[in-house]
C-alpha cells in the first residue's frame, strides 16, 4: 500500500515540476510563537507572530511574507525529539542556521550558555561527537562530507557568538506565552539545505544499526510509523538474515519523508480522510465536514496528528467510491404518524441521493447528533453518558464511516440493522415515543432499500395495523393471520396496559421484558400478569380489550420475535383509546 501511495506521490511532483519542498511548503504550517530573522551582518531583521486559527486550521502571520519563514522552519526541523542534536532536547533545530527554543526554556533557566555551547559543538564536529559510537551512522556521515564537505566553522562560531549575546536579552517578545521563539540566520538557500541534509541523513532511519551498504549507496528501515529498538526485540523478525519488515535507499527514504511531512501538513489542517487515487494520479484529503470525490481506484488513509510525527491509523483499498448513490434512497414515513410536537422531523421524509447525505441522516435520527463527532476518536475515549448510545456509537462508527466516506458496503447493513434496533429500544425505554417512531421508519427505509423484492413496506405496515383494528372492533370476525398483526395487538396490549400503571418509571419496569422477549410463552405470561394486575382499573373499551386478548392468546406465532412490530404496536396510536367514530 504504501509503496503505491509513493508512486502517486513521486508522479504528482514530477507532473507539476515541482521539487518536494515546494509541495510541502504550500501547505506548511509552523508551530505558534515568534520567529526573529537575522541578516548576514548580524543585525535584527524582523519579527514575524504565528498563532493557528483553530477554527480555520489556519495560520495567522503577523506579517505577509510568510514564505521564507516556511522555508527556514521546515528545513531546520529534528526528525523527531528522541534524535536530537542538543542531548538535553531543550534546543530543536538541526543545523547553526536557526535555533529553536520554547520561551519557557528561556524564562525557567533551563537553556544556558553550556547547552548552547554544547550545541554548536555537536555541529562544528558531528562525526566526533554525535555518530562516534555507530559505525552506520558514521559511515553514512563519512559518505556525505566525501560528497558535500565540511561544516564552516567560521559561520557557524559567527552564529553561535550572536545567540549567546542576545538570546536572554530580546525585546519585544512576549515570554508568557507557552510557545516558540525561534532565530534564523540568513544565507542562501542551498546552504540551509546543505546542512539539512548533513543532520539528516545519518537521522533519517529508523535504526542505523540495520543499514546495508550496497555499492557505496546505504539501504535502511525508515522511521515513519515503524518501531525497531533493544527495547521491543519482538518486532524484529528473526527468521530473516536482515529482521526488518524492508529496506530503502536514501532517494527512497527522502520520498517517504517528504510524503510523510505532506500527510503531517493535512493532519494539522484538520484534513484526516486521504484519498490516494492510484488511476488518476491525485491524492485529496478533507476534513469531517467535507464531502469527499469519486475515486475509480486506489487507497485511504485516515491519519492524525501525534506529537512526534503523523500516524496512519488506518487503510483501506479503494475498489472503486461514488459519492452519488445507484439507486436514490426514500426515507419513508412508514409508520405514517404525524408528529405535532416535532414537525421538523417530517421534512427529512424525501429521497436522498448521496453518501455523505445519508450518513448526516443516520448521524441525525439514530444516534442524536454523537456519530460523526466521534469517527476519528479512539473507542477507549468516545464520552457518552447514556450507555445504549454509547455503545451504539463504538460498535458501529468504523462500518457506517467506511460506507459513507471510503464505499465499503460490507457489514453496513448488518451493523445498522443492529445498532438501530438497540438505539430505538433506547428511545422507547427513556420516553422519547416521537423520536422512536422517526427512527423506526429510517430502519425500515433501510430494510426497504436494502432487502429488495419485499413489495411496498409503507402499505404493509399501514395494512397491518388497519387490519387489527377491524378485528379489535368487531367490524371483521376472522382471527389473527400472520406474525406481523399478532405482535402489533402484543405492542397494542403492552402500550394500553403499562398506560394504566401510575408508576414513574414504568417505561424502564414494565416495557423492558416486552422489548427483550425472545420467547412467545414469556410474551404471553407478561400480558396476562398486566392484566390481572390492573384490570380493576378498566373503565372503558372493555369489549376491546377482551377481544384483543382473546386474539392475542389463539395465535401462535412461529420463528423469531418480531421485536419491530412490537414496538410499531407500542408506539402507534392505540386502538383501546380510539374514539367511537373511528370505527367506521
Request: aromatic letters at 12%; glycine letters at 6%; proline letters at 3%.
Amino acid at each position: 500500500m504504501l509503496k503505491e501511495c509513493l508512486e502517486v506521490f513521486g508522479e504528482i511532483l514530477e507532473k507539476e515540476q515541482k521539487k518536494g519542498k515546494d509541495i510541502i511548503l504550500d501547505s506548511y504550517i509552523p508551530a505558534d510563537g515568534t520567529y526573529i530573522f537575522v541578516d548576514k551582518d548580524g543585525n535584527l531583521k524582523e519579527s514575524i507572530e504565528v498563532e493557528l486559527d483553530k477554527k480555520t486550521r489556519r495560520p495567522v502571520y503577523s506579517n505577509s511574507d510568510t514564505r521564507e519563514l516556511c522555508f527556514y522552519d521546515y528545513h531546520s526541523q529534528l526528525v523527531s525529539m528522541n534524535k536530537p542534536i542538543d542531548g538535553k532536547k531543550i534546543i530543536h533545530s538541526n543545523n547553526y542556521y536557526s535555533f529553536f527554543v520554547k520561551k519557557d526554556s528561556i524564562v525557567t533557566k533551563k537553556l544556558t550558555e553550556d547547552i548552547i555551547d554544547g550545541y554548536y559543538e555537536v555541529l562544528k564536529n558531528p562525526l566526533e561527537k554525535k555518530y562516534k559510537k555507530s559505525k552506520e551512522a558514521s559511515r553514512i556521515y563519512e559518505l556525505f562530507e566525501a560528497q558535500e564537505g565540511i561544516v564552516p566553522i567560521e559561520e557557524l562560531e559567527k552564529n553561535q557568538q550572536w545567540i549567546k549575546c542576545n538570546i536572554f536579552h530580546l525585546e519585544n517578545v512576549d515570554f508568557s506565552k507557552k510557545d516558540y521563539l525561534k532565530v534564523f540566520f540568513e544565507t542562501e538557500h542551498e546552504n540551509v539545505e546543505r546542512e539539512e541534509r548533513r543532520y539528516l541523513l545519518p537521522n533519517i532511519y529508523n535504526n542505523n544499526d540495520y543499514n546495508v551498504e550496497i555499492d557505496n549507496e546505504i539501504y535502511g528501515l525508515p522511521d515513519n510509523n515503524q518501531g525497531m529498538n533493544a527495547k521491543k526485540p519482538y518486532l524484529a523478525a528473526k527468521t530473516r538474515k536482515i529482521p526488518v519488515s524492508y529496506l530503502v535507499n536514501g532517494e527512497e527514504v527522502m520520498l517517504q519523508r517528504l510524503f510523510f511531512d505532506y500527510l503531517m501538513n493535512l493532519a494539522s489542517a484538520g484534513k484526516y480522510d486521504v484519498y490516494v487515487d492510484t488511476a488518476n494520479k491525485k491524492i485529496r484529503a478533507y476534513g469531517p465536514k467535507e464531502t469527499p470525490q469519486d475515486i475509480e481506484a486506489g487507497y485511504y488513509l485516515r491519519i492524525k496528528k501525534e506529537k512526534k510525527e503523523v500516524e496512519i491509523q488506518q487503510q483501506d483499498n479503494i475498489p472503486g467510491f461514488h459519492q452519488n448513490l445507484k439507486d436514490a434512497f426514500d426515507f419513508w414515513n412508514i409508520s405514517g404518524y404525524q408528529n405535532k410536537k416535532h414537525p421538523e422531523y417530517l421534512e427529512r421524509y424525501r429521497r436522498y441521493y448521496t453518501r455523505a447525505e445519508i450518513g448526516k441522516l443516520i448521524d441525525e435520527v439514530f444516534f442524536f447528533k454523537h456519530l460523526e463527532s466521534n469517527y476519528y476518536i479512539d473507542a477507549s475515549k468516545v464520552s457518552i453518558t447514556d450507555a445504549v448510545l454509547k455503545e451504539s456509537v463504538i460498535l458501529s462508527k468504523d462500518k457506517i464511516f467506511a460506507w459513507v466516506r471510503v464505499g465499503i458496503d460490507e457489514g453496513f447493513f448488518t451493523v445498522l440493522k443492529k445498532v438501530s434496533l438497540d438505539l430505538i429500544k433506547g428511545s422507547v425505554l427513556n420516553g422519547y415515543r416521537e423520536r422512536a417512531l422517526w427512527q423506526l421508519n429510517l430502519r425500515w427505509s433501510f430494510e426497504n432499500y436494502f432487502m429488495k423484492g419485499e413489495g411496498n413496506m409503507e402499505i404493509r405496515k399501514k395494512g397491518i395495523a388497519e387490519s387489527v383494528r377491524k378485528k379489535v372492533f368487531g367490524e371483521d370476525e376472522g382471527w389473527l393471520e400472520s406474525n406481523e398483526e399478532y405482535y402489533y395487538a402484543v405492542g397494542q396490549m403492552a402500550a394500553y396496559l403499562i398506560s394504566l400503571s401510575k408508576s414513574k418509571n414504568k417505561n424502564q419496569s414494565l416495557i423492558n421484558p416486552f422489548l427483550n422477549a425472545r420467547k412467545d410463552e414469556v410474551i404471553k405470561l407478561k400480558l396476562r400478569q398486566l392484566y390481572k394486575k390492573y384490570n380493576y382499573t378498566i373503565s372503558v373499551g372493555i369489549k376491546r380489550i377482551g377481544r384483543m386478548m382473546s386474539l392475542i392468546e389463539e395465535y401462535i406465532p412461529s420463528g423469531d420475535v418480531d421485536q419491530d412490530i412490537i414496538i410499531f404496536g407500542f408506539l402507534n396510536e392505540n386502538i383501546i383509546y380510539m374514539k367511537e367514530e373511528k370505527q367506521s
